[in-house]
């Protein structure tokens, strides 16, 4: 078991924790060791494992449940399900207006555009899936999605799949391909609806949009999605917290 040998010593146990969890070694959803335990493994203090793993509850990587344990954290979990959707009613919330209504438009292998390749960090030419669909809320379209996928990590998933799995993308990433998004870039853009955005979100082409580029990243910074987003904004709006 490797040793940390510099300061600050968190930091190093909070990168052996991540490559653990890289690993597969706990996997969403799983209780990891006790402080003490870790504490033994990597023979530091508990509090020098306490402070690495604060740093990474505070970055949604693991989560600390009273009298329980601290668990890896799932995006199949209510509270995390729409962590990077940033999209909210004007009245009321993301929960009171129920879950997302998923229309898979099209789900389709083939070689990576130079453009999507550079962002996935592929080859121009490698396999990538391309997955279109349309999120509903209350029978409202509101997000038309273009998302592209390396194609190794995402072998075997289909049409099929995506029509028939009713939870959110990204746990049926975690628990069928062991790929878990745990952060994102976005670029957010304004442009006009064209014809199909139009026609697929039941506007007036013209109509104002906006444009969101995530890019979603997995442990060390690997990216393994790109989506690109077309969201309504006329009973609707953007929100994020600045910290």
């Known amino acids: 078991m490797p040793t940390p040998a510099f300061s600050p010593l968190y930091q190093q146990i909070k990168s052996l924790i991540l490559r653990s969890l890289q690993d597969g070694e706990w996997k969403p959803g799983d209780m990891i060791p006790s402080e003490l335990e870790l504490a033994a493994r990597y023979k530091v203090s508990q509090g020098t494992v306490r402070k690495a793993i604060d740093e990474l509850a505070t970055d949604n990587l693991l989560v600390r449940r009273q009298g329980k344990g601290t668990f890896v954290a799932t995006h199949a979990e209510q509270h995390i399900q729409y962590r990077f959707l940033r999209l909210l009613p004007d009245a009321g919330s993301l929960d009171s207006q129920g879950p997302a ?3 898979i438009i099209e789900c389709r292998r083939l070689r990576a555009p130079a453009e999507v390749a550079r962002l996935l960090n592929l080859k121009t030419g490698d396999a990538v899936l391309q997955v279109r669909r349309v ?3 209350g029978g409202q379209p509101a997000i038309l999605e273009e998302i592209w996928l390396p ?3 995402f072998k075997g998933l289909t049409l099929e799949t995506l029509s ?3 939870g959110p993308m990204y746990a049926l990433f975690e628990t069928q391909f062991g790929v878990r998004m745990v952060r994102a870039t976005e670029k957010i853009k ?3 609806a ?14 104002p949009l906006l444009s969101v580029e995530r890019l979603a990243f997995t442990y060390n910074d690997v990216p393994m999605e790109l989506r690109r987003g077309l969201y309504r904004t006329d009973t609707r709006h953007y929100r994020n917290e600045l910290s």
């Not at 064209?194 to 109509?207: H, K, M, N, T, V």
């Open 164 to 166: 028939s799995d009713k």
């Open 190 to 192: 304004a442009v006009a």
């Open 101 to 103: 209504e998923r229309r």
């Open 151 to 153: 194609g190794n990590p």
């Open 194 to 207: 064209d014809r199909e955005a139009a026609e697929r979100l039941a506007l007036p082409p013209g109509e």
């Open 135 to 137: 999120l509903s809320f």
